[in-house]
C-alpha cells in the first residue's frame, strides 16, 4: 500500500516559550486568545486594532491584503529577534575574515622548504566584509526587507510592550528586571567565587533550577578547579557550560553615545558559532541564556509530541526545526495529521498552563 507524509509543527513554540518562562501574562494572553503573535505585535506598531488587521490580511483585495502582511512581516523578525535581547543594529564587521588575493599574489611562489607557499600563507591582507548587525541584520537574512529605523523601532516598541521580558532593573520600585537580568543576577549569584551549594530558581514555580558543580581535575601533581554551571530545564534535563565563570565582558551593544559596553557576563568554554571551533572563551549574557533555555525547552517538547506521536502508528522519519515528519499508510482509515496536530496541542504535564498549538497537513512529498 503506497504511503504519504503527514506533517505538523509547534505553532509559534519559541514565543509561547519564552512569555510562560518569562511569565509575561501580556504575550501569554496573545495565544490563549488564539491570535497570531506577529499581528498582534503589528497592532502595537501600527495602532491598527486587531480585529481591523487581522480581518485585512485575510482579505481578498490583493491591495488590502498586502497592507496588512506588510506590517505582519515586520513584525515577525521583531518578535522571534527582540525577545533575545537583539538591538536595532546598525554597521557591523563579519567576524569571519578571508584573505584578499592580489592578481600577483605571491601563493605561487616556493619557500625555504623548497614548497609553494600556498594561498594559507601567502602575503595577502585578511578583510571582513561590512554587514548589517542587530536586528536590522536579523531581518535581512530572513529575506524580511526593513530599514534601520524601523529596525530600532521594533525593538523599542518590544521592550516597551514587554516588561518581564526586558525590563530594566529598578531598585527605587522594587523590580527585580525583566527574564533577562533575572537570568544574569542567578548566574552571577552561583558562580560566585565564595559561592558553595548556591541554587537559583526562576521561571513558573520556581520550575528552572542553577547551579554549578565543582570539578577537581588532578595535573602533575597539582589541583585543578573547573567549574559547571548547570541549568535544569522543567522537563529534567540539564544545560551544562565548561569552565563557568564570570569576567568583565565586550557586550555586542553600544551605548547611547557609540561607546562600547563592559559588563561582568558569564564566559564559558564550548563552541564558538561563528569558527564551529572549540573556544575557552565564549561569551554569553542574559538574552543568549534565556535563548538557550527556551530552545532547550522548545526541544523537549517536540521530542515528547514526536514519541507520542510514533506510539500512535505514524513512523516518524525526520523532524525540522519545530516539525515532526511522519509516513504512514495513505489511506483514510490510517492515523494522519489531525492526530499529529490534536497531540502537538495537548499540554505537556512539566508545563504547566503553556498553551500550545500545532498546524500540520498532507503530502506525496515533503515540503515547507
Given at each position: 500500500m503506497?504511503?504519504?507524509?503527514?506533517?505538523?509543527?509547534?505553532?509559534?513554540?519559541?514565543?509561547?516559550?519564552?512569555a510562560?518562562?518569562?511569565?509575561?501574562?501580556?504575550?501569554?494572553?496573545?495565544?490563549?486568545?488564539?491570535r497570531?503573535?506577529?499581528?498582534?505585535?503589528?497592532?502595537?506598531?501600527?495602532?491598527?486594532?486587531y480585529?481591523?488587521?487581522?480581518?485585512?490580511?485575510k482579505?481578498?483585495?490583493?491591495a488590502v491584503k498586502?497592507?496588512?502582511?506588510?506590517?505582519?512581516?515586520?513584525?515577525?523578525?521583531?518578535v522571534?529577534g527582540?525577545i533575545?535581547?537583539?538591538?536595532?543594529g546598525?554597521?557591523?564587521?563579519?567576524k569571519?575574515?578571508?584573505?584578499?588575493h592580489?592578481?600577483?599574489c605571491?601563493?605561487?611562489?616556493?619557500n625555504e622548504n623548497?614548497?609553494?607557499?600556498?594561498k594559507?600563507?601567502?602575503?595577502?591582507?585578511?578583510?571582513?566584509?561590512?554587514?548589517?548587525v542587530?536586528?536590522?541584520?536579523?531581518a535581512?537574512?530572513?529575506?524580511?526587507?526593513?530599514?534601520?529605523?524601523?529596525?530600532?523601532?521594533?525593538?523599542?516598541?518590544?521592550?516597551?510592550?514587554?516588561?518581564?521580558i526586558c525590563?530594566?532593573?529598578?531598585r527605587?520600585?522594587?523590580?527585580?528586571?525583566?527574564i533577562w537580568y533575572?537570568?544574569?543576577?542567578?548566574?552571577?549569584d552561583v558562580l560566585?567565587?565564595?559561592a558553595?551549594?548556591?541554587?537559583?530558581?526562576?521561571?513558573?514555580?520556581?520550575?528552572i533550577?542553577i547551579d554549578?558543580?565543582?570539578?577537581?581535575?588532578?595535573?602533575?601533581g597539582?589541583?585543578n578547579?573547573?567549574?559547571?554551571?548547570r541549568?535544569?530545564l522543567?522537563?529534567?534535563?540539564?544545560?551544562?557550560?565548561?569552565?563557568?565563570?564570570?569576567e568583565?565582558?565586550?557586550m555586542?551593544?553600544?551605548d547611547?553615545?557609540?561607546n562600547?559596553?563592559y559588563?561582568?557576563?558569564?564566559?564559558?568554554?564550548?563552541?564558538?558559532?561563528?569558527?564551529k571551533?572549540?573556544?575557552?572563551?565564549?561569551?554569553s549574557?542574559?538574552?543568549?541564556?534565556?535563548?538557550n533555555?527556551?530552545?532547550?525547552?522548545?526541544?523537549d517538547?517536540?521530542a515528547?509530541?514526536?514519541?507520542?506521536?510514533?506510539a500512535l502508528?505514524i513512523?516518524?522519519v525526520?523532524?525540522?526545526?519545530d516539525?515532526?515528519?511522519?509516513l504512514?499508510?495513505?489511506?483514510?482509515?490510517?492515523?494522519?495529521?489531525?492526530?499529529?496536530e490534536?497531540?502537538?496541542?495537548?499540554?505537556v504535564?512539566?508545563?504547566?498552563?503553556?498553551?500550545?498549538?500545532?498546524?500540520?497537513?498532507e503530502?506525496?512529498?515533503?515540503?515547507?
Amino acid at each position: 500500500m503506497k504511503q504519504k507524509f503527514c506533517i505538523a509543527d509547534l505553532n509559534a513554540i519559541e514565543t509561547r516559550v519564552g512569555a510562560w518562562v518569562a511569565q509575561c501574562d501580556s504575550l501569554m494572553d496573545v495565544f490563549r486568545k488564539g491570535r497570531d503573535p506577529y499581528l498582534d505585535f503589528a497592532v502595537k506598531m501600527s495602532g491598527i486594532p486587531y480585529e481591523k488587521l487581522y480581518a485585512d490580511y485575510k482579505s481578498k483585495n490583493d491591495a488590502v491584503k498586502a497592507a496588512a502582511k506588510a506590517w505582519r512581516q515586520l513584525a515577525k523578525p521583531g518578535v522571534l529577534g527582540a525577545i533575545y535581547r537583539l538591538s536595532g543594529g546598525g554597521w557591523g564587521w563579519s567576524k569571519k575574515a578571508y584573505k584578499d588575493h592580489a592578481l600577483d599574489c605571491d601563493a605561487n611562489e616556493v619557500n625555504e622548504n623548497g614548497k609553494k607557499v600556498g594561498k594559507k600563507f601567502c602575503k595577502c591582507p585578511e578583510v571582513r566584509d561590512r554587514i548589517k548587525v542587530g536586528l536590522w541584520g536579523y531581518a535581512e537574512n530572513m529575506g524580511v526587507s526593513m530599514t534601520q529605523e524601523e529596525a530600532n523601532m521594533v525593538v523599542r516598541v518590544f521592550r516597551e510592550a514587554y516588561q518581564e521580558i526586558c525590563g530594566i532593573p529598578n531598585r527605587s520600585t522594587g523590580f527585580a528586571g525583566g527574564i533577562w537580568y533575572i537570568l544574569e543576577d542567578a548566574v552571577k549569584d552561583v558562580l560566585a567565587e565564595d559561592a558553595v551549594n548556591v541554587v537559583r530558581t526562576v521561571g513558573p514555580n520556581g520550575c528552572i533550577r542553577i547551579d554549578k558543580l565543582n570539578i577537581i581535575e588532578r595535573v602533575d601533581g597539582e589541583e585543578n578547579k573547573r567549574n559547571i554551571l548547570r541549568i535544569q530545564l522543567p522537563s529534567g534535563r540539564y544545560l551544562h557550560y565548561i569552565d563557568a565563570r564570570i569576567e568583565n565582558t565586550l557586550m555586542p551593544w553600544k551605548d547611547g553615545e557609540g561607546n562600547d559596553v563592559y559588563r561582568p557576563a558569564l564566559v564559558y568554554a564550548g563552541i564558538n558559532q561563528d569558527t564551529k571551533q572549540w573556544e575557552n572563551y565564549v561569551t554569553s549574557h542574559g538574552g543568549k541564556i534565556f535563548e538557550n533555555i527556551v530552545q532547550g525547552i522548545a526541544r523537549d517538547f517536540l521530542a515528547e509530541k514526536l514519541l507520542r506521536i510514533d506510539a500512535l502508528g505514524i513512523q516518524i522519519v525526520a523532524h525540522v526545526h519545530d516539525e515532526g515528519v511522519g509516513l504512514t499508510a495513505n489511506s483514510p482509515l490510517a492515523p494522519g495529521y489531525h492526530e499529529m496536530e490534536q497531540i502537538m496541542g495537548q499540554p505537556v504535564l512539566w508545563a504547566p498552563g503553556l498553551p500550545l498549538s500545532a498546524e500540520g497537513f498532507e503530502s506525496a512529498y515533503y515540503h515547507k
